[in-house]
């Protein structure tokens, strides 16, 4: 099955921003469940927001809130996470997801996606 396809990343000093792209192949997207989750060293998966493109629906895990956004772009396939305010904390791998398994009501667990990107690296100095 076709993955996604993501870009972006780096390195930034805290209180600076990031943006992640991923792109999803094949059809557009345009009603389903896609979703972004992160993984520090020592740390388990965590999930940090989910997306339902038919209504333009968002979560966002509690620590992210107010800081990171969630966003589909139909006609380009590519789904986008920016990132402000960044702290050393958000240091981790972040990966999007495709194909959510069950409801797309909150960001839920970070396993429950069939497709994946291949991961980007974010690291915020302090």
């Known amino acids: 099955q076709v993955q996604l396809v993501e870009s972006g990343g780096g390195t930034v000093q805290a209180g600076g921003s990031l943006r992640l792209s991923c792109l999803v192949p094949g059809a557009t997207y345009s009603s389903g469940c896609l979703g972004w989750v992160r993984q520090a060293p020592g740390k388990e998966r965590e999930g940090i927001s989910i997306?339902?493109?038919?209504?333009?629906?968002?979560d966002y895990t509690d620590s992210v809130k107010g800081r990171f956004t969630i966003s589909y772009d139909n006609a380009k396939n590519t789904l986008y996470l920016q990132m402000n305010s960044l702290k050393p904390e958000d240091t981790a791998m972040y990966t999007c997801a495709a194909d959510r398994i069950g409801a797309c009501l909150d960001v839920g667990s970070p396993y429950d996606f069939t497709r994946w990107g291949q991961g980007a690296q974010v690291t915020v100095s302090s």
């Open positions: 997306i339902y493109t038919g209504t333009g629906h968002t």
